[in-house]
């Protein structure tokens, strides 16, 4: 039996992703993945060079996704099969494609951590990611813009005659479209996949790749690969080179015997096969391994600390077991970007399935017979001549065209061709997916003008050539308004701001004001930007617009942002009369709650910021690495320790933090304090 492909679909508790904010993202991103090198750092060239390549200082033009809750519904996703006798894989292309299940026919075991909700958390690079299954990152360092995105989906022949699954779409942060290609081929244990990054344009960009693979996890999981050093990189945004299995006094290779979460990327000789294996204590597991253009492999483990504990519950439901990732990328690790000259491409096979091993060796005190024994298994089990072969053999049916759609990701790459001509054989941008978001551009393209209904396009374009366009376009409250926003991308920030003061002297809506404030924060100007805040808030009504449709409203996502700024200024009571302009449904949020909670101690009212507190909420979008929530609950246990208008002194904050400890609720950091 060669591979078939059919629709079905998978009914599970879900929280809806919701809407886009509709501010645009001009604010810089966080800085979790900054490298900081210890001094005297002897890294390799290339790995040096990468490190400092095109690292991403801005979103755009992606949109934040951070609609979603936590109340979770049971759902039902579409859902797309592919299987053979001996493996069955489930795919979501409602969300980026995501491999929600590989489930081995013969042995009834899952191979993948298969999270049995569906709970979105604030760890893609825009927002809205969840845990579980395999996902295609792309685009930048991180969790892929497209986690939770629709992608297109089609069937396509396979090289064994059979049908393979082909995922396509446009990645807009380096504008570079991308396939992933997956079949079983008859009799095979093993999920291949071809995966192609191409660059239809002229100049070269940044390319990134990392195949993020969750594996269930407890005290006996061991992950092997053949390597005696690793990369560590942590929250504390130190990279340093280490010792495998063993550093600091534990061996790293098992998950649970670290008590912080972090990256431990193997630094595997040139020569040696690519391939990394998470086994159980009884030597079962999943192996992954590639073709050799895809070198990297990384550990991404939680730890078996409070923080990383807490964070493994809130992104499933409880009595739900833990994971951890192995990952394979394009670098050394995933802190880099590598270069992808213009009319070239990066492609490469992988191959997904189960590994079975000697458990004594594997789980012994010798590191090399344990990854000899996990890698002369996988030999067996898939020599390496064969995936290069399986390589060579997909790669004319690459350009294959889908034979029948299957599902239909976004209109970008429609775009994109309609601009440029781009024939890009075997991922199909149609006309018919464009959409409301891509209209607008496809009049200015046409016509050289935005539609004149007085309508300001959401969904925003940075690149060069559509930054040329908007240049040449009569003046206009949509065109200055995108043309700051591109401008800001390109790092003409006076420009920007000469564009948004012009879009706003059009009488436009607040988003002008929003990024002339952000442009202020960004200079530092911290009184200024509050003032410009201040100034979106007026002009931004109580009542939702009846444009917002496809949007969160402009209110509650302009005061989240507004009332830090405010408060940063000592401007309390417009922080407070922010929030109280809010109905109580939507200041019930966790993120409004954690601001009146902000506020209340900004007023000296820490028994009212610490009742926030204990009434207890949720901040369903908290960000990887973010501790404000812990640092507002020290804050108010300071203030409450010292008493109204007392200085606080060391040996206070000692005390406050012996008399008031953190609840495990709020327990979210992912470094050593």
């Known amino acids: 039996m060669a591979t078939s492909v059919?629709?079905?679909?998978?009914?599970?508790?879900?929280?809806?992703?919701?809407?886009?904010?509709?501010?645009?993202?001009?604010?810089?991103?966080?800085?979790?993945?900054r490298v900081e090198l210890p001094e005297g750092s002897d890294l390799p060239p290339d790995m040096a060079?990468?490190?400092?390549?095109?690292?991403?200082?801005?979103?755009?033009?992606?949109?934040?996704?951070?609609?979603?809750?936590?109340?979770?519904?049971?759902?039902?996703?579409?859902?797309?099969?592919?299987?053979?006798?001996?493996?069955r894989a489930t795919v979501l292309p409602g969300l980026g494609g995501r491999v929600h299940s590989l489930h081995h026919k013969p042995t009834g075991r899952e191979l993948l951590y298969r999270n049995p909700v569906l709970q979105p958390a604030n760890f893609a690079l825009n927002g809205a990611w969840f845990s579980g299954g395999i996902e295609w990152n792309t685009?930048?360092?991180?969790?892929?813009?497209?986690?939770?995105?629709?992608?297109?989906?089609?069937?396509?022949?396979?090289?064994?005659?059979?049908?393979?699954?082909?995922?396509?779409?446009?990645?807009?942060?380096?504008?570079?479209?991308?396939?992933?290609?997956?079949w079983l081929p008859e009799d095979s244990d093993f999920l291949l996949v071809g995966v192609r990054i191409r660059n239809p344009h002229l100049n070269a960009a940044p390319a990134y790749w990392w195949s993020n693979i969750a594996v269930p996890e407890d005290e006996h999981t061991r992950v092997l690969a053949p390597a005696d050093h690793a990369w560590h990189f942590g929250y504390e945004h130190r990279l340093r080179r280490i010792p495998v299995p063993e550093s600091d006094g534990a061996d790293r290779t098992y998950p649970l015997r670290s008590e912080f979460p972090a990256d431990h990327f193997y630094d595997?000789?040139?020569?040696?096969?690519?391939?990394?294996?998470?086994?159980?204590?009884?030597?079962?597991?999943?192996?992954?391994?590639s073709t050799d253009t895809l070198r990297g492999r990384k550990l991404f483990l939680w730890g078996a600390g409070r923080a990383g504990r807490r964070w493994q519950q809130w992104l499933t439901e409880p009595g739900t077991g833990g994971y951890a990732e192995i990952q394979a990328g394009l670098a050394r690790t995933q802190l880099e970007h590598v270069r992808l000259e213009g009319g070239a491409e990066f492609a490469w096979l992988e191959a997904y399935g189960p590994l079975a091993a000697d458990p004594a060796a594997v789980h012994g005190a010798d590191w090399a017979a344990a990854r000899r024994e996990a890698g002369d298994r996988l030999e067996a089990a898939l020599p390496r001549e064969r995936v290069e072969a399986a390589f060579a053999a997909w790669r004319p049916y690459a350009d294959a065209e889908p034979k029948e759609s299957l599902a239909t990701g976004s209109g970008w790459g429609a775009l994109e061709r309609a601009r440029t001509g781009h024939d890009l054989?075997?991922?199909?941008?149609?006309?018919?997916?464009?959409?409301?978001?891509?209209?607008?551009?496809?009049?200015?393209?046409?016509?050289?003008?935005?539609?004149r209904d007085g309508s300001v396009p959401a969904a925003p374009l940075v690149a060069a050539p559509w930054r040329d366009l908007l240049e040449s376009a009569p003046p206009g409250p949509a065109t200055d308004y995108h043309l700051g926003i591109a401008q800001w991308h390109a790092g003409d920030r006076a420009q920007a701001v000469r564009s948004w003061e012009r879009a706003l002297a059009h009488g436009t809506d607040c988003r002008p004001l929003y990024c002339?404030?952000?442009?202020?924060?960004?200079?530092?100007?911290?009184?200024?930007?509050?003032?410009?805040?201040?100034?979106?808030?007026?002009?931004v009504p109580d009542e939702p617009d009846a444009s917002e449709v496809h949007t969160a409203p402009l209110l509650p996502a302009l005061v989240r942002v507004a009332v830090p700024a405010l408060l940063a200024a000592d401007r309390t009571d417009e922080a407070a009369a922010a929030l109280d302009r809010l109905p109580?449904?939507?200041?019930?949020?966790?993120?409004?709650?954690?601001?009146?909670?902000?506020?209340?101690?900004?007023?000296?009212?820490?028994?009212?910021?610490?009742?926030?507190?204990?009434?207890?909420?949720e901040v369903p979008d908290l960000r990887e690495g973010d501790e404000t929530l812990s640092d507002t609950w020290y804050a108010t246990a300071e203030h409450l320790t010292a008493g109204p208008g007392s200085p606080i002194t060391p040996a206070i904050r000692s005390e406050a933090r012996a008399e008031h400890p953190l609840p495990e609720r709020y327990e979210f950091r992912m470094r050593e304090v």
């Open 6 to 33: 059919r629709r079905t679909t998978l009914t599970l508790p879900a929280a809806p992703v919701g809407p886009a904010s509709p501010l645009p993202a001009v604010r810089a991103p966080g800085d979790v993945h």
């Open 49 to 87: 060079r990468q490190l400092a390549y095109a690292p991403l200082d801005s979103l755009l033009p992606v949109g934040i996704r951070d609609g979603y809750g936590r109340t979770r519904t049971e759902t039902t996703l579409d859902a797309l099969v592919i299987e053979n006798d001996r493996l």
């Open 139 to 182: 685009g930048a360092t991180g969790h892929t813009t497209l986690s939770c995105a629709p992608v297109h989906a089609a069937a396509v022949p396979a090289p064994d005659g059979g049908e393979m699954l082909r995922l396509w779409e446009w990645e807009r942060l380096r504008n570079l479209p991308f396939q992933v290609d997956l």
């Open 268 to 289: 595997i000789p040139d020569d040696e096969r690519r391939w990394i294996a998470s086994l159980d204590a009884t030597g079962h597991g999943l192996v992954h391994t």
């Open 425 to 451: 054989p075997g991922t199909p941008f149609a006309e018919s997916t464009l959409g409301p978001d891509q209209r607008p551009w496809l009049t200015l393209l046409h016509t050289g003008d935005f539609p």
């Open 516 to 539: 002339l404030a952000a442009a202020e924060e960004a200079a530092g100007e911290t009184a200024r930007a509050a003032q410009r805040y201040a100034e979106a808030l007026e002009c």
């Open 584 to 617: 109580a449904t939507a200041r019930a949020d966790g993120r409004l709650a954690l601001l009146t909670a902000q506020v209340a101690l900004a007023r000296g009212d820490a028994r009212a910021a610490r009742a926030v507190f204990d009434r207890g909420f």
